[in-house]
């Protein structure tokens, strides 16, 4: 069952998406795991791992599961969510 999302998560979605630069790759993968587990749709337990040659899906789902191994909860990954655009807002300028 998806998780409720807050106002704020919300809100940093859609900031995340006006960044005047690209993110790095591991802040992207970060963000991606914050997401993922912050919506918990679909939950990580009814997803599918993805191929051997698919690298790109690989360290995807590894950011997101290196969240539930650590079991963060959904609530507290959109805590981090929002924290984390607001950094990537400073660091690499936002388009309002």
Do not use: I
Not at 31 to 41: E, I, P, R, S
Not at 56 to 83: I, S
């Amino acid at each position: 069952m998806p998780a409720t999302q807050t106002a704020g998560f919300k809100k940093a979605v859609e900031d995340s998406r006006k960044l005047k630069a690209k993110p790095t790759d591991n802040e992207l993968l970060e963000l991606y795991g914050l997401f993922k587990q912050g919506t918990q749709d679909p939950p990580f337990e009814d997803t599918k791992a993805p191929g051997m040659f698919e690298l790109k899906e690989k360290a995807k789902r590894g950011a997101w599961e290196k969240l539930v191994n650590e079991k963060v909860a959904p609530t507290d990954a959109q805590k981090r969510y929002v924290k984390l655009v607001e950094e990537l807002k400073t660091k690499h300028g936002y388009s309002a």
